[in-house]
């Protein structure tokens, strides 16, 4: 998209949107968010440890979700949620 004065004007996408706004992540996103692999992510969901839903042919993590894995990782390892935000 160029602008009249011949800038390119750029869309703001679902991506540019903050953290706390943002309710679905794509999986090549949570892997980054996890620190995890794609093949341990999809494992993690195959397993049901981490859940997942289905638009049209993407899969889309919640980020309830990716907190709920977080708080059972810590609950698994024996710590407290108290300081995980």
């Known amino acids: ?33 996890l620190s995890l692999s794609r093949t341990v992510i999809y494992e993690q969901i195959r397993s049901g440890r981490l859940r997942s839903v289905v638009q049209g042919r993407t899969r889309l993590i919640p980020a309830d979700a990716i907190a709920d894995y977080v708080a059972l990782l810590y609950s698994e390892s024996g710590h407290d949620n108290a300081g995980a935000s």
């Open 1 to 33: 998209m160029t602008s009249r004065q011949g800038r390119t004007a750029q869309k703001a996408t679902p991506a540019d949107a903050p953290a706390s706004t943002r309710r679905l992540y794509r999986i090549a996103e949570a892997t980054q968010m």
